[in-house]
């Protein structure tokens, strides 16, 4: 299994997490998710190693622009948001082309641009979004985690042009009904398994033939299968 220094981790794939506490326990019941937050990895030309890009109330890690922990949309390293972060992560990688040079450019300029927007709670957005009926026009000066990766996803054509992104929770990254277009996302990859007080990465070998897999995770969004 890759460690989060390893070279396989490319733009486009996803980080989950599960994170302790009551704000996470909260988004867990309210999206019916085992997971807590999701980001998506980018490569930017002006970075050496693979960042996250993520939408959080306050990440645990520095942000490479700002120089210290950001609320809202934020790029941390990604081997540091791994060691850092409170709780399980897990990687699905991303199947399917690279991001062309026009859609790489693209990308660079929307997560800039995006860069240091406010966090949206996800229940607010819901219930805006109830009261309207889904009509009302997407507003991206804040969001929340998964309702950033969905854009991009959209941005990136990977998700359907008229996919609406604050209908998605982290949820709907880790189960296996996720339709995709261009691609599809890799059977999960556990990186990190947290037990307090303190956390350890995993790198185990890749399971032996025949080896049933086994759920790390079950939610309303489908099962998250690792191997044993």
């Given at each position: ?14 980080l989950?997490?599960?994170?302790r ?9 309210a999206t ?6 999701v ?11 693979p960042?996250?890009?993520e ?36 990687w ?88 995709l ?40 969004h ?7």
């Amino acid at each position: 299994m890759p460690t989060p220094g390893h070279h396989s981790f490319r733009t486009g794939d996803i980080l989950l997490f599960a994170g302790r506490g009551l704000a996470s326990d909260i988004i867990r019941f309210a999206t019916r998710s085992p997971w807590s937050h999701v980001g998506m990895v980018v490569e930017l030309p002006e970075y050496p190693e693979p960042l996250v890009v993520e939408a959080t109330t306050l990440s645990e890690s520095a942000d490479v622009r700002a120089g210290h922990a950001l609320a809202g949309v934020g790029l941390v390293p990604l081997a540091t948001k791994v060691r850092e972060y409170p709780g399980d992560v897990a990687w699905r990688a991303w199947q399917g082309n690279a991001p062309s040079q026009a859609q790489a450019r693209m990308l660079a300029r929307m997560v800039r641009r995006l860069h240091g927007r406010p966090y949206r709670n996800y229940l607010v957005t819901l219930a805006r979004e109830l009261g309207t009926g889904f009509r009302r026009r997407p507003d991206l000066s804040g969001l929340f985690c998964s309702e950033l990766v969905a854009e991009l996803y959209r941005r990136l054509g990977w998700l359907p042009r008229t996919t609406r992104p604050s209908r998605y929770v982290p949820g709907h990254f880790a189960g296996d009904a996720l339709t995709l277009c261009n691609g599809s996302l890799a059977s999960p990859q556990l990186l990190k398994q947290w037990a307090a007080p303190c956390s350890s990465v995993i790198s185990s070998a890749a399971p032996a033939a025949g080896t049933a897999p086994r759920p790390l995770r079950t939610g309303a969004h489908g099962r998250l299968l690792l191997p044993q």
